[in-house]
């Protein structure tokens, strides 16, 4: 869709600079998958990529995780242990779910981004890193610095470029090769001979508009080749939301 095709511009054009980048839009929308082509178009190429999910971790341990600890610094610390910052030297970093994190990390966060340096928890040292810093996010970031929940200094630190990846059903011209994408793909990875979508099926995927955007479309998929009797996906395959989904209302010549 024009709609992707602007975004996968501006990641291309970006990935030739090291900016740091704020990839936004709603959960299941493709992020990571932005994030992967902002590293692989970029001159770490060859270096690693590396994701985490900073909603998922406690702070105390997200801590560790990013920065790494020295032995005996807390409970467990059985032995001295690199970040992710420094497993990812020389390469990409994506800070994903970064609306999630504390105050009180953003503001290590932001020292990390300004002085190119971490100091492994337990540690007096600093060490330097290089690093290409990626955050994501599903929050409306303005909206939390205004709120005064995120730190407007790390939120313009974060937000060199930012790109916005549009949810599903605004870029509706995407639906049915996605599909027939993660139709192959599933299909492999099941070991099936599924290869198509019956024409019934492909009308349904298009009047549907998946709140999950691409993850709920990609788990349809693989639920379709599961179930599949035949070389093909019918109607019947489809999960019950998607089989019970209405055609758009129509007013003149337009689509509501």
């Known amino acids: 869709s024009k709609e992707m095709q602007h975004v996968v ?3 291309r054009r970006v990935a030739a600079v090291d900016a740091t980048v704020l990839i936004t839009g709603e959960s299941g929308v493709g ?3 932005i994030a992967r082509l902002v590293h692989d178009e970029s001159s770490r190429a060859a270096g690693p990529f590396i994701a985490v ?3 998922a971790i406690t702070e105390a341990l997200l801590e560790s995780e990013l920065f790494g600890h020295k032995r005996g610094a807390f409970t467990g610390a059985v032995s001295d242990r690199p970040g992710l910052f420094e497993a990812a030297n020389h390469g990409t ?3 994903d779910e970064i609306g999630e994190v504390s105050p009180g990390m953003q503001v290590k966060l932001l020292r990390v981004l300004q002085e190119r340096e971490i100091r492994r928890v337990g540690e007096n040292v600093s060490r330097p890193v290089n690093v290409r810093v990626l955050a994501a996010t599903n929050r409306d970031l303005a909206r939390e610095v ?3 929940s995120f730190r407007q200094d790390l939120y313009y630190r974060l937000k060199v470029v930012e790109l916005h990846v549009p949810p599903l059903r605004e870029r509706r011209d995407d639906v049915l090769p996605l599909a027939r994408v993660l139709l ?3 299909a492999i990875r099941m070991a099936r001979q599924i290869s198509s979508l019956a024409p019934n099926v492909a009308d349904q995927l298009l009047r549907y508009d998946w709140p999950g955007n691409v993850r709920e479309l990609e788990n349809a998929m693989e639920r379709a080749v599961a179930l599949a009797k035949g070389r093909r996906v019918e109607l019947e395959d489809l999960p019950e939301e998607v089989r019970q989904a209405f055609p758009k209302p129509v007013v003149g010549d337009q689509a509501v």
Request: with cysteine; hydrophobic share 40%.
């Open 146 to 148: 205004a709120d005064s």
């Open 9 to 11: 511009d501006l990641a």
């Open 93 to 95: 970093l994506l800070l």
């Open 184 to 186: 192959t793909n599933a």
């Open 53 to 55: 999910n900073c909603g």
């Open 31 to 33: 992020k990571e998958r």
